[in-house]
């Protein structure tokens, strides 16, 4: 089903198709019963340990192209909010829940998330101290095209890791490498470097990771924020925001998965939560709890 409707050709199309029956609140939660001064989130080491970093999206990872050239769903640690896993009703009474669907039809109408995230106070022994100085870059975006964890939807394999940043010799690169630039066939073709004397050309580390701009060629960003956390910002700890997305998109499709469907839209947005530790006495890794809450609204019927 093409993309691009107006409101009015929603509204007519909502009326025609009767979709404005039943409404669907898909309940979207992470870490929300983890006892959270002992889950550490921020998983993925950079070549310097002392900047860790955690990578969500709002569905199912996609596929992307890896180092060799291959592209499939990614290893990496990217964890899924499910956002749009809305199953269809199986009752055989008819009834249909507020986290189900009716029928194959309906409106994607928007997407509501709230992140929380938590440095816990320590208590002055070694195991439970932290830093006094951890700055923060929370990064919302995605790929300027369709990103998919089916190829029969999958339009654009950038991968992250290697291509979100723009290095100072104007290489696209991340926290794992960099890219070449395009072949004449235009297949991207990506580099591994962890050279420390590569930092901020080919590669991407602590201090890089703070500033460095993103490549706007392959990525949209919705958000790019600094903040700080520790003792030395008055011992605050928490920090709190909110995302949301309109959609208005019809859908049709007989899958729980309802962005296996047929537009060119790309919903597959990634949240990247990077911490770097600027502290010389405490741990490199503070043990850094990111719990996320939200709700997916759809009609159907």
């Not at 990578?55 to 499910?82: A, C, F, K, M």
């Not at 339009?155 to 926290?175: E, V």
């Amino acid at each position: 089903m093409p993309a691009g409707f107006n409101t009015g050709q929603i509204e007519y199309i909502k009326a025609i198709a009767n979709v404005n029956g039943h409404k669907t609140y898909k309940d979207i939660s992470y870490n929300r019963d983890a006892t959270a001064s002992t889950v550490d989130h921020l998983n993925q080491a950079t070549a310097d340990t002392k900047c860790r970093f955690g990578v969500w999206t709002l569905g199912q990872v996609p596929q992307l192209r890896d180092g060799s050239g291959n592209i499939g769903v990614t290893t990496l640690p990217i964890h899924e909010l499910g956002a749009f896993n809305i199953p269809k009703t199986t009752n055989s009474d008819g009834i249909v829940t507020e986290i189900q669907r009716e029928g194959d039809e309906g409106f994607l109408e928007s997407t509501h998330l709230n992140m929380r995230l938590l440095l816990p106070h320590g208590d002055g022994t070694a195991a439970g101290f932290q830093p006094d100085h951890v700055e923060f870059r929370m990064l919302v975006f995605r790929a300027r095209d369709r990103q998919h964890h089916l190829a029969t939807h999958l339009k654009d394999t950038n991968n992250f890791m290697f291509n979100l940043f723009r290095g100072n010799q104007n290489h696209a690169i991340g926290f794992s490498g960099f890219q070449f630039k395009e072949e004449i066939s235009g297949n991207l073709n990506y580099g591994g470097s962890t050279v420390h004397s590569k930092s901020g050309i080919l590669n991407v580390q602590n201090q890089d990771a703070m500033t460095i701009p993103v490549n706007k060629e392959s990525w949209v960003v919705m958000r790019d924020h600094r903040f700080y956390l520790g003792k030395e910002y008055g011992g605050k700890n928490i920090y709190e925001d909110s995302f949301h997305w309109d959609w208005k998109d019809p859908i049709a499709t007989s899958s729980d998965d309802v962005t296996e469907t047929d537009n060119e839209k790309n919903y597959t947005w990634y949240i990247m939560v990077i911490a770097n530790n600027n502290s010389l006495v405490s741990q490199d890794n503070p043990n850094i709890s990111i719990r996320f809450t939200g709700t997916t609204h759809m009609t159907s019927g």
